[in-house]
């Protein structure tokens, strides 16, 4: 069964480093997603990105924050200068035509730690 | 804005016992409900969810009912299994803005 997969599973990074994670979505899906959840909060949206930009985002998503789909597989959340309270878990997430009903898929998530 | 409000856990319970986790929500117009679910070790997976007022979202066992009078979406399963250890997100949707709102989520153990 297709599946949306994340790399890394856990980085460890020093406040003001730069981080990229990586999602290859399912195949065929347009609509792609980050959420993230800080530790024993709600899972957060961050951004959302369709038809090679960026559809909506969040609050939090701001300047430190970019997203990329740099070839036809990979989709990238990146962040420019970690800060401590960037620590969480970040879920990737795909959608094909159940993006108009709230049918996500998801990946098992890169959990990011920021001493 | 849209919010979800879901049981803060976590819930440990026997193998064959009734499982219950509520969840409320505040939006406006009619959203979609739903339940995720996430197995140690996985993604966040679609469970079942609910689209109008009334309708019964099922599978696995599970069963939630959207509740437009009370606005929840409470989860059920009349007999729990080990294997559904896992954390339990209640999610809203509205297709104005294509974005789920989650609640909390509630760690679920299942003790043989």
């Known amino acids: 069964e297709p599946e949306v997969t994340q790399t890394p599973s856990h980085q460890v990074t020093q406040m003001g480093q730069e981080v990229i994670l990586r999602c290859v979505p399912i195949s065929n899906h347009l609509y792609f997603y980050w959420y993230r959840q800080i530790l024993g909060q709600k899972v957060e949206f961050l951004v959302s990105?369709?038809?090679?930009?960026?559809?909506?985002k969040s609050e939090i998503f701001d300047d430190q924050f970019s997203v990329e789909r740099p070839d036809g597989s990979n989709f990238t959340l990146k962040i420019r200068s970690t800060k401590l309270e960037d620590s969480a878990m970040y879920f990737c997430a795909s959608s094909g035509r159940g993006a108009r009903t709230g049918e996500l898929f998801f990946g098992e998530g890169s959990r990011l730690t920021v001493l | 804005g849209n919010s979800v409000t879901q049981m803060e856990g976590p819930v440990t319970l026997s193998e064959e016992a009734f499982l219950t986790i509520n969840c409320t929500y505040t939006a406006t117009g009619y959203p979609s409900l739903f339940w995720y679910v996430q197995y140690p070790g996985e993604g966040l997976q679609l469970l079942l969810k609910?689209?109008?007022?009334?309708d019964k979202g099922s599978n696995k066992g599970f069963e939630a009912t959207y509740r437009k009078e009370t606005t929840s979406f409470h989860l059920e399963k009349g007999s729990v299994q080990v294997s559904d250890s896992a954390v339990y997100f209640c999610a809203l949707f509205r297709s104005n803005d294509y974005k789920l709102s989650f609640g909390a989520g509630t760690t679920v153990t299942v003790r043989a």
């Open positions: 609910a689209t109008k007022a009334d």
């Open positions: 990105f369709y038809n090679n930009e960026i559809s909506e």
